[in-house]
């Protein structure tokens, strides 16, 4: 069925009109009626051969398996999946606004190194999450890297959702079935390919998309891809040869320590990459800031950005006051990782500023469950630092209306006389006397009893 406008997809989604088409379907904005917002719907392309669709319902089933697996606000949110009579299936996603990064490269062919360390953190956050849940990527480009227009927007004005999830290779345990991939058949974009996957489908892992994102950042401050090739061998040949050209010949501003972060994140042999994505985006704003390129990644940085302007922030972090320097938080790097501490917030601070932790890393106190993003903790505990303290209520004041000048004065009213005169207080005010007690030695020891 060719999808059209006014086309009920569910009972709760109808399709209102088509955004734009790819190489493996198309995708609709579309009303979810129940939750009365937009959506986004993609589809199967109509073109697809018969004996493929299998497949493809294999992928999109994934897809949406493997989308609802991770935990990051930096990727693209499922919200339904199915399949329609015809066999057709569809993804009813959150729809979002903005351009893609192969979008903006198109228009302006780079990015700045600061705009490619955000982009590049928020890759790497999503990609973390993903390899957690034994998730790989396999197609990580340009394309499918969505620079989205949100309420959140990071520095730069720039919030990344991570797309298309469809050709993941999630791990499963061994022996079991792998049939969405044939022998010889490349799933990827070749130009951002690990040499490794365009080699042999069952070497692709978390390193394969690692490599895949430091060709991104080099097509990013370069505007070309690192390598090149008339045919899909004489790429793989480019590849297994050695790093690209350094960046720091192309790239006005960069220095030799992005040069070794591409020497590492592009080495052909995969145990030479980074060891995790969380690693990866570290080293980039460690080689960035050697660079002398201020990158802010938490909302500390802003605090110290309207301090170097002058202005006063409620949010300046008070270093070495009691409150920052007992430990009694625990941190971990991300949802579901294992939470280290006690420490304090001095030393929680500090890890995100030296890249040691990552700009999401969640805090919580010790002894609860109630985990937060580190960098909104901190916010919160220098704003309540920051805060005076509430004044104690006071009673109302009342004042006496003065005469007016030339009236005769009341007379003063009469002294009250200390408690300590004779005579105070009056015999009115005074307690009636008390009952004198019998000594203790002429009280019975029992109770007395009248006598008959």
Same mark, same amino acid.
């Given at each position: ?8 997809v569910?009972?709760?989604?109808? !399709? ?52 609802a ?34 979008d ?7 990015l ?50 991570v ?9 499963e ?76 010949e192309?790239?006005p ?11 590492c ?31 802010? !990644? ?104 003065r ?37 203790l030695?002429?009280r ?9």
């Amino acid at each position: 069925m060719e999808p059209k406008p006014c086309t009920m997809v569910t009972p709760s989604v109808r !399709l209102v009109r088509h955004l734009r088409s790819g190489g493996m379907g198309s995708v609709w904005v579309a009303e979810h009626l129940k939750l009365e917002r937009p959506v986004a719907v993609k589809f199967v392309s109509a073109e697809v051969p018969r004996q493929h669709l299998p497949a493809l319902l294999a992928r999109f089933d994934r897809e949406a398996k493997a989308a609802a697996k991770l935990r990051s606000r930096h990727v693209v949110t499922i919200h339904d999946y199915g399949v329609l009579a015809d066999e057709q299936p569809f993804l009813v996603m959150e729809l979002l606004a903005g351009e893609s990064l192969g979008d903006r490269l198109a228009r302006e062919r780079t990015l700045g190194l600061k705009e490619t360390a955000v982009v590049l953190r928020q890759v790497c956050s999503a990609l973390g999450a993903a390899h957690a849940q034994g998730i790989v990527h396999r197609d990580i480009k340009p394309d499918n890297i969505f620079l989205a227009s949100s309420d959140e927007e990071e520095e730069q004005g720039l919030f990344v959702k991570v797309l298309d999830f469809g050709i993941a290779k999630i791990a499963e345990p061994p022996g079991a079935e792998r049939g969405l991939t044939a022998t010889g058949v490349m799933m990827g974009t070749p130009n951002y390919m690990s040499p490794e996957q365009m080699q042999d489908v069952k070497l692709v892992g978390p390193a394969s998309d690692l490599w895949a994102v430091g060709a991104v950042a080099y097509h990013a401050l370069v505007g070309e891809v690192p390598f090149r090739g008339d045919t899909a061998v004489a790429l793989w040949l480019s590849k297994k040869q050695g790093p690209p050209r350094p960046v720091s010949e192309r790239c006005p501003g960069a220095g030799e320590a992005l040069d070794g972060w591409f020497d590492c994140a592009l080495c052909p042999d995969p145990k030479g990459r980074f060891p995790s994505a969380k690693e990866m985006s570290s080293a980039f704003v460690q080689a960035a800031r050697k660079c002398g390129v201020r990158i802010s !990644l938490d909302p500390i940085d802003s605090a110290e950005q309207e301090r170097a302007r002058g202005e006063p922030s409620a949010r300046r972090p008070p270093r070495g006051s009691v409150r920052w320097t007992q430990a009694e938080w625990l941190v971990r790097s991300g949802p579901g990782s294992e939470p280290v501490g006690p420490v304090s917030l001095d030393s929680i601070h500090r890890g995100i500023e030296t890249g040691e932790l990552p700009p999401d890393a969640q805090a919580c106190r010790q002894g609860s469950a109630d985990w937060q993003l580190a960098s909104l903790v901190l916010v919160e505990q220098a704003r309540q630092r920051s805060e005076p303290p509430p004044r104690p209520e006071q009673s109302p004041v009342h004042t006496v209306p003065r005469a007016p000048a030339g009236a005769p004065q009341a007379p003063p009213p009469a002294a009250v006389p200390a408690q300590t005169e004779p005579g105070w207080p009056p015999p009115e005010m005074r307690d009636p006397p008390r009952r004198p007690r019998r000594p203790l030695a002429s009280r019975s020891a029992c109770p007395r009893s009248r006598s008959p």
